[in-house]
C-alpha cells in the first residue's frame, strides 16, 4: 500500500515523533551508521508531508536496553504524548528500537489504536487500528523478543560454559585480587591479609559474628572493605553484616563457585534476590580452585555454627559462649519438654542473679512455663564437677591459657603495626608530592601541603592508639598476673573460682567436658536433679538444694513456733518474746538486708499465734476451768471490786491472759474466803494468815 495514503490530513495537523536508541554506550560510540540511519527517518517524515518544525526527536534513551520500559524516560514520555493525542505518527528504524518487550510493544499499540496515530518502520508505515497492520506489528513485536532471548541465550551459554570451567571472571571479595595471568591470589597487601586471617581466627575462638565485630572494637582493628567502584581498599569498623558475609563466602575457602542466588525483574524492571540457593543447586562449585585464608571443611563448620546461633526458637540450640555467669547458657536442657532453656538475668536486692527458664512452650503455643530454676547452685554444683574432673590437667590448661593470651596480644599487635606502616607509606607519598610541585604555583602547594599535614596526623594517631593498646595490654598480662596464674596451676579451683577469670572461659572450657545438662525441678522435696551428659558418653547425676523464695527466707522456723506453743500455757506474748530474745531466736524479717537487728517483741508473738492456728492463752485458760471477773463475783456472792481486792492481797489467785492487765480466776477452793466487816479483820492480816497455814487461818475465824 503508498504510504501517503496511510496519512490522512487530520495526522499532518498533529506532531511527528522520531524515537532513537540504542541498546548500549558502546554501541552508541561505535555503531555509527545506525545511528545516522535513525536520524534520516527525519527526511521520511518530511516526505509524508509533515514540516522540520513539527518532527519531535526523542533520543535521550541512548545506551538503555529495550528490555524493559521501567528506566527509559524517553519511551514513557512517547507514551504520554501519543494518549493525550499529541502524535500523528511514531516512528522507529525497526520494532526493536520502540520495545523489546511485548507487554511495552502492545501497550503502545493499543495507545496508538485509541488516539488514531500511525507508525513508521524502515520497511513501511501501518495503522494500528487496522487488524491486518496489527498483526503485522504484534508478528514483529513477538520476532524482536525471541531475537533478545536468542541473544541473551547465546551469551548466557557462552558465560556457563566459562563457569564450569571456573575460568569466568566474578567480583572478587576483599583480600583476593586477579595476577597478570587472570588467575585468583591473595591479596599482596600484608596489612590485609593478616587482618582478614585474624578474622577467622578470632571466629573459631569466640563462635559468634556478633562477639567478634566486639571482639575487633576492643582491639581497636580495623577491616579492609573493597570499593568495586574505584577498585580501592579501605579500613573500616568490623560490622554484624561485614562479618556474616565473610563468613557465608566460599570463595575465603579457595572454592570457584558461581549461581549462589537467583535473580527475577520485578515490576519497576530492576532485578532483586528472588532467594538463595542451596549449595546443591549452585551452578558451579570447584573447591580448592585457587588459594584461600581457611580449609573447605572450616569452612562448612563456620555455616554450621551461624545456623546454630540463629535458630533462637527451634527445639535445641547451643549458642556461642557469651558474657553472663549462667555457666550452662546453651547447653541445659528441660528435663520435662526436652526444649533448650533459656537464661534470664535479674538486678535483685543489690545483686545479679541468673535463672534458667523454660518458657518456649509459652512463647510459641501459649502454653505454661516448665520450669524456672535458680542458676547458682545448679554452676556450683557444676563448677565443682568440672574442678574435680580437671584438676590433673590443670598445669598444661593454665599454660595454654598463658600462651593464647600472649598470642592474641602479638597478633594485635602486629596488625597496629601494619596500619602504622600504611600510614606512613601514606605520609612518605604526600611529602613527595608535595616537595615536587612548583612553589610558584601556590594553590596547588597549598593542597599538597595541606593533605600532608593530614596524613601526619593520621600518623601521629595510630601511633598513640598502639601504644595506648600495649599499655593496656601489659596492665592486663603483666608479670604479677603471670605469676598469680603459675601459682594457680596446682589448684584448679582456685583458678576457676578466681573473679578475674571471665565467664567466657569458663564456658568455653565446659564446652569441651560437657554436651548437655538435663535439669529436672522437684518442688515438694525442695531439689533439683542435674542429669550432666559427658563428651565421651559418659553420665552423672547430680542433686542441689533449691534456693528459698523471699517467703520461705523470712518464714519462722518451725521450732520456733513449737516453742511458742508451750510458752502461751504459761505465760503472755511480752514474757514469751523476752524469753525468746534470752535465748537468741530472732524473728523471721531479720533476714531481709538491713533488719539484722530485729528482736522478739509482743507483737510478733501474737502474728504467730494468729498465722499459725495457735490456740490463745485465754482459751488454755479457760480450758482448765478459770473463771472471769463476773463469774467469780457470782460464785463467791460479793462484788466485782471485792474480786479485785482480793486478788490484789492474794486471797484469790489469778492470772493474766494478755499484756493488758487482764485476768482469769482460780476457782474457789476448800480455803474460800468469806465476805465480812474488815474493820476488825483487815485483809492484810487475812493474807499474812493465808501466808502461815490454813491451820492458823481457821484458828482466827474461829476466835474472831
Keep these: 500500500m503508498n504510504e501517503s495514503l496511510q496519512v490522512q490530513p487530520h495526522h499532518l495537523e498533529r506532531a511527528a515523533y522520531l524515537y532513537v536508541r540504542q541498546s548500549s554506550m558502546r554501541q552508541v560510540v561505535e555503531n555509527i551508521e545506525s545511528t545516522k540511519r535513525q536520524y534520516a527517518l527525519r527526511n521520511r517524515a518530511i516526505a509524508l508531508g509533515w514540516h522540520d518544525d513539527q518532527i519531535i526527536v526523542i533520543d535521550n534513551d541512548q545506551g538503555e536496553s529495550g528490555a524493559s520500559a521501567a528506566w527509559r524516560e524517553g519511551f514513557q514520555r512517547l507514551v504520554t504524548d501519543v494518549g493525550m493525542g499529541h502524535a500523528g505518527i511514531v516512528m522507529g528504524l525497526e520494532v526493536s528500537r520502540l520495545a523489546r518487550n511485548n507487554a511495552d510493544w502492545h501497550r503502545l499499540l493499543e495507545i496508538c489504536a485509541l488516539a488514531d496515530t500511525l507508525i513508521l518502520d524502515e520497511d513501511g508505515v501501518y495503522d494500528p487500528a487496522s487488524f491486518n497492520d496489527r498483526l503485522l506489528l504484534g508478528l514483529k513485536g513477538t520476532m524482536s523478543e525471541a531475537e533478545l532471548h536468542v541473544l541473551k541465550a547465546r551469551l548466557r551459554g557462552g558465560i556457563l560454559n566459562k563457569v564450569r570451567r571456573g575460568e569466568y571472571r566474578c567480583p572478587l571479595p576483599t583480600g583476593f585480587v586477579y595476577d597478570e595471568a587472570g588467575n585468583v591470589v591473595l591479596d599482596p597487601d600484608a596489612q590485609i591479609r593478616e ?126 559462649p557469651r558474657e553472663g555467669a549462667a555457666l550452662l547458657q546453651g547447653r541445659a536442657v528441660c528435663g520435662r519438654c526436652g526444649r533448650h532453656f533459656r537464661v534470664r538475668y535479674a538486678a535483685r536486692r543489690g545483686r545479679q542473679e541468673a535463672w534458667y527458664v523454660c518458657d518456649r512452650g509459652h512463647t510459641a503455643c501459649g502454653e505454661v512455663n516448665c520450669q524456672s530454676i535458680a542458676a547458682a547452685p545448679v554452676d556450683a554444683a557444676i563448677g565443682s564437677l568440672v574442678a574435680e574432673e580437671m584438676t590433673p590437667a590443670a598445669i598444661e590448661l593454665a599454660i595454654e591459657i598463658r600462651r593464647e593470651v600472649e598470642a592474641r596480644q602479638e597478633e594485635a599487635d602486629q596488625l597496629r603495626c601494619r596500619a602504622i606502616e600504611r600510614a606512613q607509606i601514606e605520609a612518605d607519598l604526600a611529602q613527595r608530592r608535595f616537595m615536587l610541585v612548583d612553589p610558584g604555583n601556590r594553590l596547588v602547594a597549598d593542597t599538597l601541603e595541606r593533605e600532608w599535614n593530614e596524613k601526619l596526623r593520621a600518623l601521629a594517631v595510630v601511633r598513640e592508639e598502639r601504644e595506648r593498646a600495649r599499655q593496656q595490654d601489659s596492665v592486663v598480662f603483666d608479670d604479677t598476673v603471670r605469676q598469680r596464674l603459675v601459682a594457680m596451676t596446682t589448684d584448679f579451683r582456685q583458678l576457676w573460682d578466681d573473679p578475674d577469670t571471665a565467664n567466657r572461659e569458663r564456658k568455653r572450657l565446659l564446652a569441651y567436658i560437657i554436651e548437655d545438662a538435663t535439669l529436672i525441678k522437684i518442688p515438694a522435696e525442695g531439689v533439683t536433679k542435674i542429669h550432666i551428659r559427658f563428651k565421651g558418653g559418659r553420665t552423672e547425676t547430680l542433686t542441689t538444694q533449691n534456693p528459698r523464695s523471699s517467703a520461705q527466707q523470712i518464714k519462722t522456723r518451725p521450732e520456733v513456733v513449737q516453742l511458742v506453743d508451750r510458752l502461751l500455757d504459761h505465760h503472755v506474748y511480752s514474757e514469751i518474746a523476752a524469753m525468746l530474745n534470752e535465748r537468741g531466736f530472732r524473728p523471721g524479717a531479720s533476714a531481709r538486708p538491713g533488719r539484722t537487728a530485729d528482736r522478739f517483741s509482743a507483737k510478733n508473738v501474737a502474728y504467730l499465734m494468729h498465722t499459725y492456728g495457735l490456740r490463745s492463752r485465754y482459751d488454755r485458760l479457760r480450758e482448765r476451768g478459770m473463771l472471769n471477773k463476773r463469774e467469780m463475783a457470782d460464785r463467791l456472792g460479793v462484788h466485782a471490786q471485792t474480786v479485785d481486792r482480793w486478788t490484789e492481797f492474794g486471797l484469790i489467785k489469778a492470772h493474766f491472759y494478755n499484756d493488758h492487765g487482764w485476768q482469769l480466776y482460780e476457782p474457789p477452793g476448800s480455803n474460800t474466803p468469806v465476805k465480812h466487816c474488815s474493820r476488825w479483820d483487815r485483809l492484810v492480816d487475812r493474807a499474812a494468815a493465808l501466808q502461815t497455814g490454813p491451820q492458823d487461818a481457821d484458828l482466827e475465824l474461829k476466835e474472831m
Excluded at 581498599?233 to 549461581?259: C, E, H, K, Q, S
Excluded at 563456620?302 to 545456623?307: F, G, S, V
Aim: glycine share 6%; net charge positive.
Design 195 to 320: 587482618t582478614i586471617a585474624h578474622f577467622f581466627e578470632t571466629f573459631s575462638r569466640v563462635g559468634s559474628a556478633s562477639q567478634m565485630v566486639k571482639v575487633f572494637r576492643k582491639e581497636g582493628v580495623l577491616c579492609p572493605s573493597r570499593i568495586h567502584v574505584s577498585d580501592t581498599v579501605v579500613f573500616r569498623p568490623l560490622t554484624t553484616w561485614t562479618a556474616i558475609r565473610m563468613l557465608d563466602n566460599p570463595r575465603y575457602a579457595g572454592a570457584y563457585v558461581y549461581g549462589r542466588r537467583q535473580y527475577r525483574r520485578a515490576l519497576d524492571g530492576k532485578k532483586h534476590v528472588q532467594r538463595k540457593r542451596d549449595s546443591s543447586d549452585w551452578l558451579a562449585c570447584i573447591p580448592n580452585a585457587h588459594p584461600g585464608y581457611i580449609s573447605w571443611e572450616q569452612f562448612q563448620e563456620n555455616l554450621k555454627i551461624l545456623e546454630n546461633n540463629g535458630r533462637s526458637y527451634e527445639l535445641a540450640r547451643a549458642s556461642p
